[in-house]
């Protein structure tokens, strides 16, 4: 990899990292990321290589990271001195997160002595996968952990000084979202994302024929927005909701369609252009996917594709239309050298009439309407 010329109006350092960690002890129902049982000499075999990978985008560019995020898969599912060589490479390399070090973690594999050794290595923030406080429903979604220990684990975190984000799964049969959601801030976390139970082909749920109605998509989607907003919570994001200060700094990035690093199987990475044109067009940035962990680990390319100002443009209206605070045109425009409010002025306004977006000045902003059918607000986008 040669080190990339981006474009002027870019910022040319990468600011935030992603390291992805496949390992699971079991593979819940719903499931459909690049993850797998660990088996001997595996994550043996994943450390070395996260080596590797490490130097080689510390090679290629300018790195000055402000957040990193372990994501996967079940970071904290790998055992101390595993988790330890990981932190090792990663700071060797490319350093640490100056504002966010993020550890997803799995309730089941907390403990007093393990959260203050992550505390130790440098996180400090911890994602847990709560999912739900009523044990029925984690049967239903196959998790290997119960209510109480969802609830010790949160409040083990906290005790250690972590900022913690607790997941919930809404739209589940039966599921009693409002006692989840009280339970769940009762026990002090300033951060939860609320996601729709979604089924994807492939998964073990798609298999057994298990459907998610459309109503209670959407009654989800209101109740947890009402209940956390009474409860003193924002919703600055399509699914996440936080207390003043305590937004995702790292997820804030991919919102705001900032570069970053992908490490690991699986991992995307968004990154600065290699100078050059592609037709007419300039590529402004590059995306860049690693391969899965079997083709990962003998070093094989994983897909890239170059991103043109239209497409960049596209792609920041997607991901920061699920925020709150929307999207800045004129910041969008000097960033991608397009006019913007004037290529999309006509998918603007008829969103704008339908009242699913909103323009105050250069701030454009989906409404909750807009919200709940971005996909289709975006499509017209697309069409220009």
Request: glycine share 10%.
């Amino acid at each position: 990899m040669s080190l990339p010329a981006p474009s002027p109006a870019l910022d040319p350092v990468v600011r935030h990292l992603y390291v992805h960690v496949p390992f699971c002890p079991t593979i819940c129902p719903y499931c459909d990321f690049h993850v797998l049982t660990r088996r001997a000499g595996l994550v043996e075999r994943y450390l070395e290589q996260i080596e590797v990978e490490a130097a080689a985008l510390a090679a290629s560019y300018q790195v000055e990271l402000d957040t990193v995020y372990l994501g996967g898969g079940t970071p904290s599912f790998l055992r101390d001195e595993e988790l330890a060589a990981l932190v090792g490479s990663v700071r060797r390399h490319l350093g640490w997160g100056r504002v966010e070090n993020t550890l997803e973690v799995n309730p089941g594999t907390v403990s007093g002595a393990r959260a203050a050794h992550w505390r130790a290595l440098g996180f400090d923030r911890a994602s847990v996968g709560v999912q739900s406080l009523d044990d029925a429903t984690l049967r239903f979604l196959g998790r290997q952990h119960d209510a109480a220990q969802a609830r010790d684990a949160v409040t083990i975190l906290i005790g250690e000084g972590f900022r913690v984000s607790g997941d919930l799964i809404t739209a589940v049969p039966g599921q009693p979202l409002l006692s989840d959601i009280q339970g769940l801030v009762d026990l002090g976390v300033g951060h939860v994302s609320a996601y729709t139970l979604t089924i994807e082909p492939g998964t073990e749920f798609a298999r057994r024929g298990v459907t998610v109605q459309e109503d209670d998509e959407r009654r989800g989607f209101e109740d947890t927005e009402a209940a956390l907003g009474a409860l003193g919570f924002t919703r600055y994001e399509v699914s996440n909701y936080a207390r003043p200060g305590q937004e995702s700094r790292h997820n804030l990035a991919y919102w705001q369609g900032r570069t970053y690093l992908g490490l690991g199987p699986g991992a995307a990475g968004h990154y600065p252009a290699e100078g050059g044109v592609q037709g007419t067009e300039a590529v402004l940035t590059v995306r860049r996917t690693n391969p899965h962990l079997h083709e990962w680990l003998t070093g094989e390319a994983g897909e890239t594709e170059a991103i043109d100002a239209r497409e960049f443009v596209t792609d920041a209206l997607f991901m920061g239309l699920r925020l709150r605070a929307g999207v800045d045109l004129a910041d969008l425009s000097r960033r991608s050298g397009l006019d913007v409010a004037g290529v999309y002025a006509a998918p603007i306004a008829q969103n704008v009439a339908r009242g699913l977006l909103s323009l105050d000045g250069d701030r454009l902003r989906a409404t909750p309407d807009g919200w709940w059918v971005l996909n289709r607000v975006v499509t017209d986008f697309l069409e220009i």
